[in-house]
């Protein structure tokens, strides 16, 4: 396969490879290129941006949670009919899951799709400095195929003459665009980063002004020349996940509003392809369920939204119905939030959830967890089997109380869960934790969660 592509990486997160990445997918839009937008990394909000920016949806490429396969597999499949592929980095270019290994990393998933790298600098307050600072990227690991930078936040001309010249001559590094401080190119942030495109209001009008801003600042037609000259990946078949099958007769439910944004597409596509039936839902805006066989709610910012979802109080009731009936339900993170009793926000303001879990989740003031998990299943449950493995990602501001026993589902070997060593409360057949699965870091749940809807239990 021969699919132009590029990946923008930052020095380090707040570098500016978000800004960057939209401004530039909506720019090529704007030139009539259909772009294929990618996220390494196990974000769900930067893609968001992502759809709004390009009109398609974005991916996710995580070499902690996928085999190298699966990632070569993702952006085949999703990229075949694009001209041009731009995948945004996550963090820094090198970090990754711990400090002695690239799992997980941008670097990594760059040697992996023979992907050419453009970095990000924020040169802010240096000038010659930066050609230091470039060099260490480009030295650290020279299978990184590194074509060229862009030195963000300069204050003046005079500071971007010093800091490219540096960089040319003394690092030996392509500048490819050289970007002032703006207020105007900024994205509003909120506790657990950017605020979703889905809530912004002239989202329209952002993204054209920052296409325009790299279509000043950037040599976009340089970006064109390295992506073109990409090295051809050798092709993969497709995964069996992905193969249209009629295999299940399943009406399954998926909470998908603005509450609920955090969705894996590829997730999503899998569950349609072995033939369930996907029925999208309105938390803050529909009165009942509609006839289904399954649920899924997925993470987002139910303490945004708690207010709406607290007025709503007739699906709730529908919820709540529907998970005692014994019908299967997962959910994750924001999904466990709002299955439980009461959701505190951080002025200790109290609003109704479902009620279904014996549960308070009261948000705190700095993340409660953050990064990748491993699980084991501790018992059945609606979404795995006893002893089995899943490899997740949590990230959250919230905490759980409990108002009376629960069983757990999982034990956690990596990551903090719900009480630092247990994951995933059990009541029925109704699933709730902290962790959020990508379908291809653990496959089976397709066929569980579609076997549970199937065979419901009713104890």
């Known amino acids: 396969m021969n699919l132009p592509r590029i990946i923008l990486s930052g020095t380090s997160s707040r570098a500016g490879k978000t800004l960057v990445s939209i401004g530039l997918m909506r720019a090529l839009r704007s030139r009539g290129y259909k772009v294929q937008p990618f996220k390494i990394g196990p974000d769900f909000i930067d893609p968001s941006y992502h759809k709004f920016a390009t009109g398609m949806p974005s991916r996710n490429l995580d070499s902690y949670m996928m085999k190298n396969r699966d990632i070569v597999e993702v952006f085949q499949r999703n990229g075949k009919n694009a001209d041009m592929a731009v995948i945004e980095g996550v963090m820094g270019l090198y970090d990754s899951h711990d400090a002695m290994d690239e799992k997980g990393s ?20 240096i000038s010659r400095t930066a050609a230091a600072f470039v060099l260490g990227y480009k030295l650290f690991d020279k299978a990184v195929d590194i074509k060229g930078v862009i030195l963000n936040r300069v204050g003046s001309e005079k500071h971007a003459q010093k800091a490219r010249l540096a960089v040319e001559k003394l690092a030996r590094m392509e500048v490819v665009g050289v970007m002032p401080r703006s207020e105007s190119a900024r994205i509003p942030e909120r506790h657990l980063g950017l605020v979703p495109a889905h809530e912004m209001k002239a989202v329209e009008k952002l993204f054209n002004f920052l296409a325009e801003f790299i279509e000043t600042y950037v040599d976009v037609d340089r970006i064109l020349e390295i992506a073109n000259a990409a090295s051809e990946l050798p092709e993969v078949k497709e995964n069996a996940l992905y193969r249209p099958k009629n295999k299940y007769n399943v009406r399954l439910g998926i909470m998908r509003d603005k509450a609920f944004t955090f969705y894996y597409e590829d997730t999503l596509d899998a569950f349609a392809a072995s033939g369930a039936k996907l029925i999208y839902i309105n938390s803050l805006k529909d ?25 709503n109080k007739k699906l709730r009731e529908c919820i ?21 009793e009461k959701l505190l926000n951080k002025k200790n303001e109290e609003y109704e959830m479902v009620g279904f879990l014996p549960i308070t989740t009261r948000m705190q ?31 959250h501001h919230s905490k759980v109380e409990l108002n009376g026993k629960v069983k757990y589902a999982y034990k956690t070997m ?12 059990l009541l029925k057949n109704t699933l709730a934790s902290y962790m959020h699965l990508h379908v291809l870091s653990y496959p089976k749940m397709v066929k569980n969660f579609l076997d549970a809807a199937e065979c419901p239990k009713n104890a």
């Open 287 to 311: 009165k009942k369920l509609p006839d289904i066989d399954a649920l899924y709610i997925g993470g987002g910012f139910p303490e945004i939204f708690a207010d709406a979802l607290e007025r």
């Open 414 to 425: 990596r990551g903090r869960g719900i009480d630092g060593k247990r994951d995933g409360i």
């Open 106 to 125: 941008t670097a990594e998933v760059a040697k992996i799709l023979k992907a050419p790298v453009i970095i990000i600098a924020n040169v802010e307050r």
């Open 320 to 340: 709540f119905s529907f998970c005692e009936s014994g019908k299967p339900v997962y959910a994750e993170c924001g999904g466990l939030m709002y299955l439980g």
């Open 365 to 395: 003031g700095k993340f409660q967890a953050l990064g990748y998990v491993r699980s084991v299943a501790a018992r059945d449950n609606p979404l795995s089997k006893k002893n089995d493995i899943l490899v997740g990602h949590e990230f």
